[in-house]
Each structure stands twice: as C-alpha cells, then as structure tokens.
C-alpha cells in the first residue's frame, strides 16, 4: 500500500484513490490543485467562505511586511539632475505616433528598447508631462510585434524604485561624483600608462553594437587587460553544439508560421527564449491559418511549462532521460518507418509525425539541455531539411568578444594575485555566481575594485566603489533583437538621478567625451556614412533601424561529425534542475512589487519560491505542498519548502532562481530562499542530488484557491470541426433591457490562444494604479488584481491537461451586483459598461457577494495610501487612485474608451474599430483578447462573437456577460 500524503495533520489523500475518482467521472472534471481534488476540508471551508480572508490567515507579522513593502517609490528630485545636459540628453518624442505639437496633459510616446538577458524588446513608452507612466510594445519590432511581458511592462515600477543607487559609494560610505572624478582619473592614467596590465573587467552578455565598438576601443588602449563575461542564465551549451555539429558559432531563429510539427525537448519556448514574445505570436498565428490543419506540437518536459500546457501531447520524461530520448528519436528517423521503441513508445511516432512534415518540421532544445542534446536536435533538424524553412542561422547576436575569459578564470587570477584592479559592469555576479565560487571573498582580496549597477545590492557591498547605473529608460544605448534586428535605446525621460549607463562609462575608460547620445550616434554615423541625420531620426522615432536584422549564414554539417558518445545516467539519486523564475527572472527583478505579487502561472505563488516537486515523489517521501525537506547538492545542504506540482516528472527537483536575496531592497530582500548557492558550476543547469523530510512546514502563499468557481461549466474544449454546444435559450427576466443608442462594448477571449503567460494581469495592473498589498494581505486573499488568470487541470494528476483561462469583469448586461448596491455605487452605463463611482461607495461589499465571477476588489486597508505603496509620480492620471473602504474592478479601461472618443470628436467622425484597445488585449502576445463596439456587426468582436465557439462563462446565470469566451480547439491525440 503506497505512502499516504498529508496536508497539514488532518488533510490526508491517496494518489490511487484520486486516480480512481478521476476514472469514474462522466467527462472532463476540471480542478485547480490536488487538494481541491482530494476535497480537503479546509479547502472546502475555504472555497465556501463568502471572504477567504477570513478563514485564511497568515504567520507573517506586520514587522515583516513593512520591511518588505515600505517602498514609497517616489519619483527622484529632477534637482540631482546636471542641468547642463539637460537639452543634449532630451528625448526625440516618437512624433509619428503622437498629435501635431504638444499639448499640456495629453500623453505622449517614446519609442525605445528594454533589455533581457542582452537581448532587446522594442516598446513604446507612455509619458505624462516627462513622466513614463505605462509601456506597450512596439508594433514595428520583430521581437513584440506590439505585445510585451511582464519584464518590461514592470520597468516602470523599477524607474521609480527608491532603492535605485542616487550616489556613489566609496568602501560602503555615500561620497560624491567630485570624488569619483578626482580618483579615477589617475588610476585611469597608470594602468593606460601599464597598458592595462592587472586590469580585469566582468560584464554581462551584450548585443549592444556600441558598447561591442567601446569595448574594442578600451581593449586597444588597455591591450593587456583581459575581459570576462558571465550570465546566471547563459546559452553556453546551444554554443558548444554549434561548434560541434558545423565548426562556428551560430544563433538559430524559428518561423513557427511555417511549422507543421514543432518537438520541443526541455526549456520553455514561449517564455523563456530571447524569442518568445515572437514565437508565442507566431505559433498562434500559424493555428488561425484557415487553409492548413492545425499544427501539432510535442513537449518533452521535466517540468511543466507554458508551451507544455499548449501542447497537443506532452511527455513527461526526467532531466536524465533527455538525452537517450533524444537519441531514439534521431535513430528513429534514419529508418522508414520508424521502428517502435521498448523504453520510449512514444519516440516512433514523434519520429513519424516529423517525416511527414518534412522541411515544415521544427526540434527545439532548451538551454538547460547538455550540449550533446542540442547537437543531436541540429542533426536532426538538418536531416529533416527544416534549414531555410522553420530554421533560420544567423551570426551570434551576442558576439563572443576576441579572447574573453570567463567567470572561473577570473577566480583563478584573483587566487594568483593577477588582479590588481576589478571593474564590474552591471549585473550582480556575487549573488549570481556557482555555489564554487565565493566572488564576496575573492573581490575583498582585490587591492581596487569598482561596481557599476541599478543598486546597492550584494555585489556593491564588497567592491570599493560603486557607481550609479541609469535605468535603461533614463539613458541612451542600442539593442539587437533575438533576429538580430536593432533598436535605438532613448531616455523616456530626464535622469531621476546621477547615473552612468554602461556605454557612458566605457566611453570614459576609453577616453571619449561622456555622453551617450553622442557615443551612440558615434557607431551609426561610422556604419551609415551620407545621410546619417535624416535616418537617425527616422530611426529614432520607429525605434527600430530598418533592414539591420542579420542576415541568414549557410553552414555546413562537419562532415566527420559523429555524435559524441553517451554518457551514462546517474543510477540513483534525485535529478535537480535550474530554471529561471516567471516573476523575478534570474533576481534582477526581486526588488519590484509588481513581480513579486504577480501569481506565478502554474504554481500561482506568490512572495517567494519553492522546490517543485511531482505527486508521485511527494507520495514517495510523504510530502504535501509547504513540507520543508534538506536537499543536498554536491555537499551542500539547504533547507527548503516544497510545492507539489501535477504533471511534473517523477525524483526530480525543479528550483527557480532569482529569490533569497540579501541585498534586494525593502521589497525583494528576504523573500523566498536563494538556489544559487547549491547551483554548482560545471553543471548549472541539471545536477544529481538528494532530498530528506526536514520535519517541519515552511508558510507558502498562493492564490490557486483564491475566487475559485468551483463545480460549474468553466472552460470548454472542442474538437476540429465539431458542431457548437448548443447555448441555453434566451431566458425571461425581471431586469430591464437596456437600449444602446451608439456604442455598446464587449469583449471575447479566445482560450485556445491564451498561453497563461501573465502579460494581460501585469498590464491591467500597470494601466489602473492597482496597489500592491503585501505577502500578509495576499495570504488572505485580499490581493488587488482586477484581471486573473485561473488555471485548471484535467485528467491524471501525472500528466494532466493544464488549461489558461482569464477573468476580468464581465461587464454583465443583467448584472447582479447593480441591484443590490443600497448607494448605487455599481451602474450600468449607456454604453453597456459596469460602471463603478468610487465616491458614493461606502463599502458594504453586497456587490461583491452577489457577484459569481468573484471579480471584484475590496480597499479592506488604505493600500495606496501608506508609506510603503506607490506614490502618484508612478501612476497614471487618468485613472482614478481608490481609497480605503472602495471596491474595485475591471472597467474595460474607461480611460481609453474616453481619450479615444475626444479624439474621433475632434477629428468630426466615429470610432473605428480596433481604435480602443484594453490594455490586457495591447500587451498580449498572441492576439487572446479582442474588444471592441458590439453594436458594429462588422467590428472584430462582433464576428468572434458569432463564432461556434464562442459561449458565455456560467451563461446558465442568465447574466448576459458582455466578456465572453471561445472554446479550446484541442486535436485527440493518441497516447504512447
């Protein structure tokens, strides 16, 4: 008889007994988490509770919150700014985008380019009176095509962290900028005088083609000086198989357009490449194409993933099986057909569906995977003719730099006493550094070291002097996209306070005037020649350079190339794999409120990390989701919370990184538990280790449970081609019928585009001043968001299906939360909104309780008033900031309703359509969201709305939502 699992003393539930139930159920049944399926009491009583913050309360004292959310998140004195560059560093407003001239209060854009991993993201800034107040993504730019992520929708709250360095400091102690100056400058003097020699400088990964030209500049000044680069999240293994399999170095780039079956084996192609923005977009647009069968794609996957929640067929295998899979599959494709394989059924007809398709057949690896599965991918990919058809082979986008080091080899000279003097340009190495190496050690023996970065964080502490870094949207630079394409980075607004980008700091280690917009123009004026003015504002304003995406490079397969032979997996032990983390990336984002409290998408946790672990190795060891076990990595032993995870593979342990820091800031320090330092350093990605039941619980805050619709007719799924559902008819009702004279708004989701990625409920957030509240009141469920995303499961708890399913307000047109308000707070408009006025509210929450969506926002304390939340220098004026004792919600962002229809009044005609986009539908990737004028039967939304599968959530309510839904399409698959 197996292990039971228990959830807290007197929660226990049996996997075979939950799989038995799942047996004998009529029909797909829908369930948010294993204890819900298990129907545990105290989820029951939560799921029951009319306010789960009652009856769900959190261990965390308010001495702690405070510490973690007291940021006011002001804006920086424009006093600090120097004045003298104030009209050389101003920005070119993206005018093609913006009303003739400039008129005080209205809005205006900036076009530039965010970066993520080295990589850019082409946006465009909002900007009140110099104020960045929301970012959209560019449509222009290849790598966006106008959506956006969370990353670079939360920039803005970091623009306005408090924490952000404002001075330098020198051994710790605040100095100025004079004495910075009077330093460097003869330190600068003998190592050009030394050649450089004992110079040694860490930077990150860059595309940057300017800084690529200063650092070329630098190293001819300082020839002797050696140059290291180091990422938490690097690429090093796609590297080396290139340089295998065809002898250079290449990046790949994927059309997914063009992809009749896609295999992706580990990492996460819609969230975590330098692509995925694009890849997401085109994967979706590929299903829309109606004169080609729906595209198939295969995820083989460790942990669970949002491209392995939209996959046709997921199979779940562990870390060390990947490369014997992989393998199989390119034996399986030497022969026709492929024959079936014992170990691996599924491998025969992964290699079936991929002949069929041909040219139009695409293998993607992640990075975590080892070097010889990526090589095995390109061979097969090459065999399958997928070059020049879903593969295109570009330059690096991210050159290697000629001789550069690595982080090891740094370590090394430090050990030898080479290093006399240790730049650091940006990045936070001594906490993202391998468990091997203490960087904090090996810095303090380094007679002169120098930090150039956003914050006073762990690596700032340990060098002599840190510098102020700009926000990348207070300073000039330029970025490639993951195509290779580049966009121009301006400043959105003034400095908010003394900041060196890191162009302007090479530009002075090389000697040249510090100004960035100078050394920008610089590369450009040398690359263009004749008619640099007129392109360079051309550029800025689209904030793209046309035609510079990197040309397609023919490589070869070496011809003696031979697979490398296999090594053998580990015989026991647990498989531990790194991944970086949905909300806060590799850590750079732990300091941002917006992340933080932002529901991870398969988990929906919230403040903090946990090791992921499956239902079947809970069962092993006796866990439950907060049970605290030791896990051991090449000697080192951290203690750590669990989260047991549906669908995850068997004995393996997934850990994100980017929590568990020191020196985050008064948001981010101090949440969740830091994996780098068991991450070892030859095997960052996936390492054997081994886990033991600590005995005692670790508190873990999630929303899973949270508004839950528990029991009700929620997502549908359709086959191809399969008739609609019929909908119930219409029904009599004693609410009155609303005449709309001119517009009547509404709004249709497609689930079977939604990825679950999170862009929609960041940008809703970003777009309405919706407070952050903090791990205590999230806990008890009283987290602000007006827009979620629910996750459900069906299916095995092994390998379920994982359906997205977003849920803002329904906008219902007989809303039951308009009749109950005893102040009439909560109306409907004329134009079919639900509207809520904020200053007749007073409270009683009866709307809220009325409503079934459970879509509504209660002020129970003054979240946007205190100390420690955002301050109006952050926020949007047009949206209206709620006091304590308000309720909230969706408003279909009135605001935008309202700003266009100044415009088409002052241009004398009509709205058109897809002229007011919400902002969840601006920043979403893959086109999931659609909003528009129902009235207008030729507008978008009307004709999604007449689609087969388009029905109303709990449309037996008789509520008559104005937010309606489109059924999943999900192609039967066939298991093996």
């Known amino acids: 008889m197996p292990p039971v699992v228990t959830m807290g003393e007197d929660a226990p539930f049996d996997l075979d007994v939950l799989r038995a139930r799942l047996s004998t159920e009529n029909g797909p049944r829908l369930w948010r988490s294993l204890e819900e399926l298990a129907d545990v009491p105290e989820v029951r009583r939560y799921v029951e509770a009319e306010f789960p913050d009652i009856v769900q309360a959190s261990s965390i004292d308010r001495r702690t919150l405070l510490k973690l959310m007291s940021a006011s998140f002001a804006l920086g004195g424009l006093a600090a700014c120097n004045g003298s560059e104030a009209g050389k560093n101003a920005p070119l407003l993206s005018q093609s985008r913006n009303m003739p001239g400039y008129t005080p209060g209205v809005p205006l854009t900036v076009a530039t380019s965010l970066p993520l991993n080295g990589f850019g993201r082409g946006v465009l800034v909002k900007t009140q009176e110099g104020r960045p107040i929301k970012i959209e993504g560019n449509p222009l730019h290849p790598a966006s095509l106008g959506a956006t992520d969370v990353f670079a929708q939360a920039e803005i709250l970091s623009l306005y962290d408090p924490d952000r360095s404002g001075a330098p400091l020198q051994n710790g102690l605040p100095g100025s900028w004079e004495e910075l100056t009077s330093f460097i400058r003869p330190v600068r003097n003998e190592l050009v005088v030394a050649e450089g020699r004992g110079l040694h400088v860490l930077m990150s990964p860059t595309s940057s083609p300017t800084l690529h030209r200063l650092i070329t ?22 590297r080396a198989a290139a340089m295998d399999v065809f002898g250079q170095d290449a990046d790949l780039v994927y059309d997914l357009t063009q992809a009749d079956v896609i295999v992706t084996l580990g990492g996460d192609l819609f969230a975590e490449e330098p692509g995925h923005l694009r890849y997401a977009a085109d994967y979706q647009k590929r299903r829309r194409m109606p004169d080609r069968e729906l595209p198939r794609l295969f995820s083989v996957e460790a942990r669970p993933s949002l491209v392995g929640a939209r996959a046709d067929e997921r199979i779940v295998l562990r870390p060390r099986e990947f490369e014997a899979f992989a393998r199989a599959l390119a034996a399986s494709l030497e022969t026709n057909p492929a024959p079936a394989s014992g170990v691996y059924p599924s491998v025969s007809r992964l290699a079936n569906e991929l002949r069929r398709a041909g040219s139009r057949g695409l293998v993607v690896v992640g990075r975590e995977q080892p070097a010889r599965v990526h090589a095995l991918a390109l061979a097969i990919n090459t065999r399958l003719g997928a070059f020049g058809t879903t593969i295109r082979t570009i330059e690096p986008v991210r050159p290697i730099i000629d001789g550069v080091r690595t982080l090891n080899d740094l370590m090394q000279a430090i050990e030898a006493g080479q290093v006399s003097h240790l730049v650091v340009l940006g990045g936070n190495p001594v906490y ?10 090996l810095i303090r023996r380094v007679p002169l070291s120098l930090h150039l970065g956003q914050h006073r964080d762990e690596t700032a502490s340990v060098c002599h002097w840190h510098v102020p870094e700009a926000h990348p949207l ?52 040398e690359a263009w020649g004749d008619g640099f003015e007129e392109r360079w504002a051309r550029s800025l304003e689209d904030g793209v350079i046309d035609g510079s995406a990197l040309p397609t490079i023919d490589v070869r397969w070496r011809s003696d190339w031979q697979p490398q032979p296999a090594t053998p997996a580990p015989a026991s032990g647990i498989d531990v794999v790194f991944a970086p983390d949905p909300s806060v990336w590799d850590g750079s984002y732990a300091n941002n409120g917006w992340l933080q409290e932002l ?74 538990f830091d994996a780098y330092a068991v991450r070892p350093l030859h095997r960052p990605w996936i390492v054997t280790g081994a886990i033991k039941v600590a005995g005692e619980r670790i508190q873990l805050i999630s929303t899973q449970q949270h508004h839950s619709l528990q029991g009700r007719d929620i997502v549908r799924v359709m086959a191809p081609g399969q008739a609609a559902v019929r909908e119930t008819g219409e029904q009599p009702s004693l609410y009155p019928e609303w005449p709309y004279e001119e517009h009547a708004w509404g709004m249709a989701i497609d689930l079977d585009a939604c990825i679950g990625c999170n862009a929609c409920v960041i940008a809703c957030q970003a777009e309405n001043n919706i407070a952050v509240v903090g791990p205590e009141e999230a806990a008890k469920g009283r987290a602000m968001h007006w827009l979620r995303v629910d996750r459900y499961y069906s299916g095995d708890t092994a390998d379920p299906n994982t359906y997205f399913q977003p849920v803002p307000c329904m906008h219902c ?18 134009e079919g909104l639900n509207d809520m006025v904020y200053n007749r509210c007073i409270g009683t929450r009866t709307c809220s309780n009325n409503c079934p969506y459970k879509v509504r926002r209660f002020n129970f304390l003054d979240y946007q008033g205190t100390d420690y939340t955002a301050s109006p220098d952050a926020m949007s004026p047009q949206v209206t900031v709620r006091d ?23 241009e004398d005609r009509r709205l058109r359509d897809g002229e007011v986009m919400t902002a969840c539908q601006q920043a979403c990737p893959t086109q999931a969201i659609v909003f528009g004028d129902v009235n207008d039967p030729g507008s978008a939304v009307s004709r999604l709305k007449k689609s087969p599968r388009n029905y109303a959530l709990l449309g037996d309510l008789n509520t008559r939502p104005r937010t309606t839904y489109l059924a999943l399409i999900e192609a039967p698959t066939e298991n093996g």
């Open 217 to 238: 500049q630098a190293r001819q000044l300082f020839p002797l000086a050696q140059w290291h680069v180091f990422s938490p999240i690097d690429d090093d293994n796609r």
């Open 432 to 441: 993202t550094a391998p468990a091997d190496i203490d960087l904090a050690a």
């Open 474 to 525: 207070e300073s000039w630079g330029d970025l490639r996209g993951f195509d290779g394409t580049v966009g121009l980075r301006q400043p959105a607004t003034m400095p908010l306070r003394p900041a060196l980008s890191a162009e302007e700091f090479l530009g002075l280690m090389a000697g040249q005037n510090v100004d960035g917009r100078g050394l920008v123009q610089a590369t450009w004026r």
């Open 599 to 672: 529901p991870k998408p398969l988990t929906k946790q919230v403040w903090g990390n946990a090791a992921l672990i499956a239902p079947e190795t809970a069962d092993i060891f006796g866990l439950s989701s907060g049970d605290a076990i030791d896990l051991s990595i090449e000697g080192r032993v951290m203690r750590i919370p669990v989260w047991v995870l549906p669908g995850h593979a068997r004995e393996t342990v997934t850990l994100t990184l980017g929590y568990g820091r020191r020196q985050a800031g008064r948001i981010g320090s101090d949440v969740g």
């Open 813 to 830: 047109e007989k809303a039951p939360c308009e009749v109950v308000c005893p102040v009439n707070a909560t109306v409907h408009s004329s």
């Open 884 to 906: 304590r004792g308000v309720m909230e919600k969706c408003t279909y962002c009135v605001q935008r309703i309202g700003a266009a229809r100044a415009d088409a009044r002052i």
